[in-house]
């Protein structure tokens, strides 16, 4: 079997496994129902297996009614993450709130021994993320996992199984873009970072296996099409401690598309990720292939993987997927490019705590 086959193989198992096994009903409850909480409840009643949405918390009446209304007849409504939290009808915890309520959420769970799936950012700042992940230590149960989508992309995994294969040898450059169409207003140039590059800074790190040590930013001159506050595009710059560069292009304000690319170049070979499939069109002398246009279509497989799972994986009671270490390990990278942002100079990353065993 050749690198490529084993990868799909591994890809399609994702989907399928639970069509082999009987999974007992995970009873889930989402803490959040603003866009992204209601897709979840949605993929966690149509497209998940295993899975039934029993609860849902929100403290905006109108967010609350949507949430219940896809999550169906017999659905619990909570004002307050507590209450779902301790209500005996939730098995598990869907927290998809804005990042600043995640910790309380997190810390309340912990204590109630429910398991978490925690959409980014674990917590906004990395002295929370230590305290959640000190509480999880604690507990002696690993219950939360991070919704980092793009370690469950075909794309990314096709990389990421070409590199372990070691046909191509050790990885030494990482060039990505990461472009967005437009953003609202109200989108600032550190969200550039803690908003958008942080899907790379994670899933290079897992992609090849190794934490960054350093960041750099880099502003080239400024789009017109970006608001007055904010620096687009930008160019963000890490180090792994290998000595593995990687360069990121965000640029928020390309107006084309919702355009994710990322070429690995090793000593023996370059891998570049294949974009989603969609056919050629010719027409009127030309060829033309779609490009996304947002993250929900582009990641709308990676998303329904990650969260067939966690579900899955519930069963067992074992978390496979990004856990709060990584959360951490993000936070902090985010934190040293903000640095440099300001500094223009190059800013150090260093975790204020070893990784416990815990999570090996
Ligand atoms: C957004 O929050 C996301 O997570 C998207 O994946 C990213 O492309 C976008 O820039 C963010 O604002």
Request: aromatic letters at 8%; charged letters at 25%; hydrophobic letters at 40%.
């Amino acid at each position: 079997m050749n690198v490529m086959e084993l990868t799909l193989e591994r890809f399609r198992n994702m989907f399928q496994r639970t069509n082999e096994e009987e999974l007992p009903m995970l009873k889930v409850g989402v803490i959040g129902c603003g866009g992204m909480g209601r897709d979840h409840i949605k993929r966690l009643v149509e497209r998940t297996q295993g899975a039934t949405v029993t609860a849902v918390a929100d403290m905006v009446d109108e967010l609350l009614d949507q949430g219940a209304a896809i999550a169906g007849s017999g659905c619990k409504k909570f004002k307050n993450a507590d209450d779902l939290i301790n209500c005996p009808d939730v098995d598990a915890v869907f927290i998809v709130t804005p990042g600043f309520a995640h910790k309380d959420a997190l810390l309340s769970a912990i204590r109630a021994g429910k398991r978490i799936f925690c959409e980014k950012p674990l917590c906004t700042t990395a002295e929370d993320c230590l305290e959640v992940i000190n509480a999880e230590v604690k507990s002696g149960k690993h219950l939360i996992q991070l919704g980092f989508m793009r370690r469950y992309d075909k794309g990314y995994l096709q990389i990421k199984e070409a590199l372990k294969s070691g046909e191509y040898g050790a990885p030494l450059i990482v060039h990505c873009t990461h472009r967005n169409p437009l953003v609202p207003d109200s989108y600032t140039t550190e969200m550039a970072v803690h908003d958008t590059a942080i899907h790379e800074i994670d899933v290079i790190h897992w992609l090849v296996d190794d934490d960054f040590v350093s960041a750099q930013v880099l502003f080239p001159r400024v789009t017109g099409a970006a608001a007055a506050h904010l620096k687009d595009p930008q160019i963000m710059l890490l180090r792994t401690k290998s000595g593995i560069c990687v360069d990121d292009e965000v640029f928020v304000n390309c107006k084309f598309g919702y355009d994710i690319n990322c070429e690995v170049v090793c000593e023996d070979g370059a891998l570049k990720m294949a974009q989603p499939s969609y056919p050629d069109v010719r027409k009127g002398a030309k060829v033309a292939t779609t490009i996304d246009t947002d993250c929900f279509v582009r990641f709308h497989d990676a998303y329904d993987a990650e969260v067939q799972g966690w579900v899955s994986d519930a069963a067992a009671g074992v978390i496979n997927g990004p856990t709060a270490w990584d959360g951490y390990l993000a936070a902090i990278t985010a934190d040293a490019l903000v640095r440099a942002q300001k500094s223009g100079a190059i800013e150090e990353i260093k975790p204020a705590q070893e990784k416990p065993a815990f999570y090996n």
